[in-house]
């Protein structure tokens, strides 16, 4: 653990978990490209997957920069937990080196520390370029006099080149190659796996290979995994910096990106969805730091994305690194749309390799709500999508054929035209200990028969082949499925074209929000069980095999929180549901995340952050109740659903409030 000029030593000690609350805040930043920094704001890496530059699960899936040690002018900045004897560990404390004052902040979505150094002030801040790539930033400051200090910075990188889930850093080494002007190191590893990066200033390489050992990670000790890693580092990088100088070190998956890096500006926020954002080829991140493209997670998510960057002016169609906000969203549509016409149904995930998991009864049940949510939106004028029906009317008849014809593994349609569930671990609630499920669900689930339900009537709406008498009919088998226990009756009144909504069935609405408000309710999403059941489990905690069995088992999950935000929204003034609101200013200020809504939560106070700090469906599903409202599409499906299947004699004779649902 000796680091070449730290003024440093193990007596700083502490034990892992006496510190633990004080490494709660975490930031990340993503470069739409597949490649994500993350870590927490006091420095410490808690997470295998925290670092400065790693693949999304999935893409590459590879650790690439996982850590760094920076040493300014000798002194030590960089903190770590190394493993130490009976559970210490060591950490470097900057204050006790010299260093006045410490300063960490975030500024749209990206971290930036600030050290007051004897004779200046060093500034650090990681930054996500466009069109991708991550950037570390460096710039030292000094006070105004006739011999301003410089500084001497050293950065040792460590690469860990391993799998994004593993542990166990590999070796490598460091090439440099010229091309023009600009410099660029290429770090290879064992297997030939390449990083590009861009050195921005006079920096020197110095080759000091060196392993540190035991790198110490408390989330995964708290959450039963190993929790100790070596990492190699083949030198250091130094530069002396003037005051007002700054020396970036710029790192891509693709050279091209890379080609005139220090000329981009990273992309302004408009939503923090944009962090789970995909291209080449287009996708939706589920959730960071360790999960990858999953079909369900995409299809919840992109509605609410999409919301959010749309502008009341019908500006703002395109948003970080994309070109046209409309072309990338047909290419994930088409993309995943094509797995229809090929195996009758939608995979639940797409793996590193191409390979895809079809342990899935919804995804594509979603696919076809992400079509009837844009053509909501598209009733928005001046908003776009006005081609949506032309290109995905076919593709959404076929994936309704696949399942009547039963081409879908798991999902078979009844006589009375609802759809049985025929596996018991492959609706949302999936989670399974040793190949069993926890949460076993088959029959005529809830949310699945109101998914089955949109696509029949947005199919009804495209074709002009259905009538208000058949829509009517199987809205009213619909709305009989019932499951105990489970919050999941709020699709039947969330999603845009629900039963409840479109059958104008108002009191029933009503009266099961009352219910579910009762039983699932809490300030950061619907518990997953009834507490009187006498499996409930409030909080999802220990290993992996206890965390299991009670992922689905209490804990409220943020995406059904936007669900009822959506719900509660369309009997406003009617319900007396308007006090029950999810993520108020108060409760998201204590997220892991700025910005971002975790996976799900415990179920009783204080509602403690469980799973992946930054969940995708999570802030999806809020932000599609905020733009759901902003635009008032409710009114405008009215209107369509009242031309297409109700008469206007009929119209005239009902009361204003009724107008426009069947």
């Not at 190394?82 to 204050?95: K, L, R």
């Not at 079909?295 to 500006?315: Q, S, Y």
């Not at 908003?383 to 076929?398: H, I, K, N, W």
Request: hydrophobic fraction near 40%; proline fraction near 6%; glycine fraction near 10%.
């Amino acid at each position: 653990m000796q680091i070449a000029g730290a003024k440093y030593s193990p007596a700083h000690r502490l034990h892992a978990f006496t510190r633990m609350g004080a490494f709660e805040s975490e930031w990340i930043v993503a470069d739409q490209r597949g490649a994500f920094a993350m870590g927490t704001l006091e420095g410490v890496r808690t997470r295998k997957y925290h670092g400065f530059f790693m693949g999304v699960a999935g893409r590459t899936e590879t650790a690439y920069l996982a850590d760094l040690e920076i040493v300014c002018n000798g002194i030590a900045l960089w903190p770590h937990f190394y493993a130490g004897p009976e559970g210490a560990v060591y950490f470097p404390d900057p204050s006790e080196q010299g260093v006045k004052g410490q300063a960490k902040i975030l500024e749209d979505g990206s971290p930036h520390w600030k050290w007051r150094l004897p004779g200046g002030v060093l500034s650090f801040s990681v930054r996500a370029l466009a069109p991708g790539g991550i950037r570390l930033e460096f710039q030292w400051q000094a006070p105004k006099s006739r011999t301003p200090k410089n500084a001497t910075l050293r950065i040792r990188g460590f690469f860990a080149m391993r799998n994004l889930h593993a542990l166990g850093g590999e070796t490598w080494e460091w090439h440099f190659s010229s091309s023009g002007e600009k410099e660029r190191a290429l770090v290879v590893c064992p297997n030939g796996t390449e990083v590009y990066q861009y050195l921005r200033g006079n920096w020197n390489w110095l080759p000091e290979p060196q392993w540190n050992q035991n790198f110490h990670y408390l989330k995964e000790a708290e959450r039963g995994y190993a929790a100790n890693e070596n990492l190699y580092s083949a030198g250091q990088l130094e530069v002396l910096l003037a005051p007002g100088e700054v020396c970036d070190w710029s790192m891509a998956l693709d050279e091209n990106d890379l080609g005139s890096t220090y000329n981009y500006i990273p992309p302004r926020v408009v939503t923090r969805l944009e962090d789970f954002v995909l291209t080449r080829p287009a996708g939706i991140v589920a959730g960071f730091p360790w999960f990858g493209e999953w079909g369900r997670d995409t299809f919840v998510t992109l509605p609410g994305l999409v919301g959010a960057v749309l502008k009341d002016n019908g500006e703002g169609t395109s948003f970080g690194s994309i070109g046209g906000l409309e072309s990338w969203i047909y290419e994930i549509l088409h993309r995943w749309g094509s797995w229809i016409d090929r195996s009758g149904m939608l995979p639940n995930l797409i793996e590193k390799d191409g390979e895809c998991q079809w342990q899935s009864c919804d995804a594509t049940l979603w696919w076809c709500h992400s079509l009837a949510s844009l053509w909501a939106y598209s009733l928005c004028p001046p908003y776009p999508f006005a081609e949506l029906r032309l290109d995905f009317s076919g593709l959404l008849s076929r994936a309704i054929a696949s399942i009547r014809e039963s081409r879908h593994l798991f999902l078979k349609e009844s006589p009375e035209g609802l759809l049985e569930v025929t596996a018991p671990h492959t609706s949302w609630m999936d989670a399974q200990v040793k190949g069993v499920p926890v949460t076993p669900r088959t029959g005529f689930l809830p949310e699945i028969n109101a998914l089955w339900f949109e696509a029949r009537c947005l199919h009804g709406l495209w074709s002009e082949n259905g009538t208000g008498t058949e829509v009517k009919n199987l809205g009213n088998r619909v709305l009989q499925c019932q499951e105990r226990g489970r919050p999941n009756r709020i699709f039947m009144h969330s999603l845009p074209l629900a039963p409840s909504f479109v059958l104008q069935s108002h009191a029933l609405a009503e009266q099961e929000l009352t219910e579910l408000a009762e039983k699932f309710w809490t300030p950061v999403g619907l518990r997953t069980l009834d507490p009187h059941d006498l499996q409930f489990r409030a909080r999802c905690v220990g290993d992996p095999e206890q965390r299991d069995l009670s992922y689905h088992q209490g804990p409220a999950w943020g995406w059904l929180g936007g669900q009822f935000e959506i719900a509660r929204d369309r009997l406003r003034g009617r319900s007396k549901e308007s006090k029950h609101t999810m993520f108020t200013r108060e409760n998201l200020e204590d997220l892991p995340i700025e910005g971002h809504i975790p996976e799900l939560f415990d179920a009783e106070p204080p509602f403690t952050p469980r799973g992946a700090p930054a969940q995708a469906w999570s802030l999806g599903c809020l932000e599609e109740a905020k733009a759901r409202r902003r635009m008032r599409v409710d009114s405008k499906i009215s209107k369509v659903l009242a031309q297409r299947w109700i008469g206007r004699g009929e119209r005239q004779r009902r009361k204003p409030d009724e107008v426009g649902l069947l």
